[in-house]
Nanobody, 123 residues
Framework: QVQLVESGGGLVQAGDSLRLSCSAS????????MGWFRQAPGKEREFVAA????????YYADSVKGRFTISRDNAKNTAYLLMNSLKPEDAAVYYC????????????????WGQGTQVTVSS
């Protein structure tokens, strides 16, 4: 049974940082690309960042490029999203996902999803 569990969300002020973690079990973690998506109230889920299984390639939404960093530790079966210079518009539920497709920016390409962690940013 595959499980992805996000943690690290919370309430912060604009300009602060947070690091989200996604702990995976029940799959060969090193074989999967990992992605982070977010969904704000009343909005569709959107791509945030992704990293290939090899860690060689990373991808970011334009809105977070230069502020967010995705990484992974295959030995710990964990992916991370370091979020710096947070803005109120970054507030959302953040989801991690695992998939084997090369289309890492598309949510339907992912096979497994976590339950999400809430990020709230006050101005």
């Amino acid at each position: 049974q595959v499980q992805l569990v996000e943690s690290g969300g919370g309430l912060v002020q604009a300009g602060d940082s947070l690091r989200l973690s996604c702990s995976a079990s029940g799959l060969t973690f090193s074989s999967y690309a990992m992605g982070w998506f977010r969904q704000a109230p009343g909005k569709e889920r959107e791509f945030v960042a992704a990293i290939t299984w090899s860690r060689i390639n990373t991808y970011y939404a334009d809105s977070v490029k230069g502020r967010f960093t995705i990484s992974r530790d295959n030995a710990k079966n964990t992916a991370y999203l370091l979020m710096n210079s947070l803005k109120p518009e970054d507030a959302a539920v953040y989801y991690c996902a695992a998939g084997r497709s090369l289309q890492v920016k598309i949510d339907r390409s992912y096979e497994f999803w976590g339950q999400g962690t809430q990020v709230t940013v006050s101005s």
